[in-house]
């Protein structure tokens, strides 16, 4: 199920949940999620999947209603409420004539937690400390396989929740089973935000999560059809969250799943270091240990391979406050303003893997990833391809006691290419907060080796507690600036929270 050929769009079908409003819960709203599964639909929308076809199951903050009318209402949509577990139960019910059709998308962006025997739970909005509802992530899985729900042959579920894990000893979560019934073979693939233990990160700032704006900002710049590249999906999303660490933890790290009918090949993926895809065949007979869990005759076949795809929330869409070890040898502080030259990139450095462009880029081919030089304080995202040709970019911030700086760096792949570099700083809600009077730039040539570029960030601006981005966007050739204060979240980012 590695390239989804491209079915007819009245053939497609969409069950798309998100869930922001946790009454039940002290300070467990989640904006974002409503808009995450909107923006899915219209995605299927624009590639002429059927209004019909869709069906969108939100539960909003009273703040995202008024946006949500506006778009489902474009979109030819209606929203359908959840409140409860049982509503989205009785919503999920058998029915006379279920949808049929090649390929079903099923999109749940929520609160989450990994039970005993990893169970993925998925939390309802009715839930609370004293009785926590959920439904069982497989469970929902094998439901969809039920002939009287569903009869899509091939599925693809996209799960932006966190799977931390349910504390020992507290309330055991109240899983709600979904009936048992008749199954038919479906080819399932899903690609999950979090691995065990680990958060799904939110974007407070623009209200998205961050796992959904990597996975949509990819199938919108990728997937001009319904023909869509699993493979160079989860590539890209793993280039994107590489390397988003808390000293040595990995904050967040996406995992897929395929789930295939017994009968034929299981293909089980393991994606070290990007650009390498590889895998192994197992044969049918070939179910001793390994990574899969088999049931017997007629029943899919479980294997959890895992796309061990670590988090760098770098491009416009980030979230988290990443810090990097800091090493013994640091680099002289860089003056405000001034490039200096960083190490010649390694040749044995690691290659990226599809690395994403900003709006309106055009993507790069796969490029040698230098290494960067050290400091301490320095988070850093991953290295980007830029609207130039052959040149690469990363941005970072610096914590250095109570200041706080914008770092770049930037670097071309072949011959030296005349660029602008533009930084600026994004605050709450996708707001522009300085430079005063557009972004910090600098003009020159760029060679092979990293240019650092720094400004100074006026901390005096900032509020504790929020959320920040800092942005970059290279620019062909001298004196081209960004006009960043009227599109604040363009180009790549890398988030703090001050």
Known sequence: MAELTAPDPERVHALLVGIEHYPRVKDRELPGAAADATRLARWLRRRGVPGGNIRLLLGPVEASWADLNVQARDLGLDIETVISRDQILDKLAPVRTPPEGDLLYVYWGGHGVLDRGDRRLLVCPDASDADQRCLDLMDLREYLTRPDVARCRRQVFLVDTCATFVPAGGTRPAVAALPAGNRLPVEQFMLLAAAPGQTAKQRGAVRTGAFSTVVMDWLEAHSPGLATDLDALVAHV???????????????????????????????????????????????????????????????????????????????????????????????????????????????????????????????????????????????????????????????????????????????????????????????????????????TWSLKIGGEPQLFEAPIDTGLLKSGSEYEVHIATRDGLGVTQNATADPVRGHSMPFTY
């Open 238 to 440: 793993k280039e994107h969250f590489t390397g988003h660490r808390l000293g040595t933890r990995q904050l967040q790290t996406p995992v897929t799943l395929v789930i295939q009918p017994v009968g034929g090949d299981v293909e089980i993926w393991q994606r070290p270091d990007p650009p390498g895809v590889e895998r192994a065949k197992r044969s049918p007979a070939d179910r001793s240990g390994g990574a899969g869990v088999w049931a017997g005759g007629g029943v899919l076949a479980l294997v959890a391979m895992v796309a061990i795809v670590a988090m760098f929330l770098a491009k416009a869409g980030g979230d988290g406050d990443a810090a990097r070890d800091a090493p013994a040898a640091a680099p002289p502080p860089a003056a405000a303003g001034a490039p200096i030259a960083g190490p010649s990139p390694s040749a044995s450095a690691s290659a990226s893997a599809s690395p994403s462009a900003p709006t309106g880029a055009a993507p790069a081919p796969q490029k040698a990833v230098a290494p960067l030089p050290s400091a301490p304080g320095q988070s850093c995202g991953a290295e980007h391809s830029t609207g130039v040709s052959d040149v690469l970019h990363r941005v970072c911030f610096v914590r250095n006691g109570g200041r706080i700086s914008m770092r770049a760096y930037v670097r071309a792949t072949s011959l030296p290419k005349d660029v602008t570099v533009n930084l600026w700083l994004v605050g709450p809600k996708g707001t522009y907060v300085l430079p005063v009077g557009g972004p910090k």
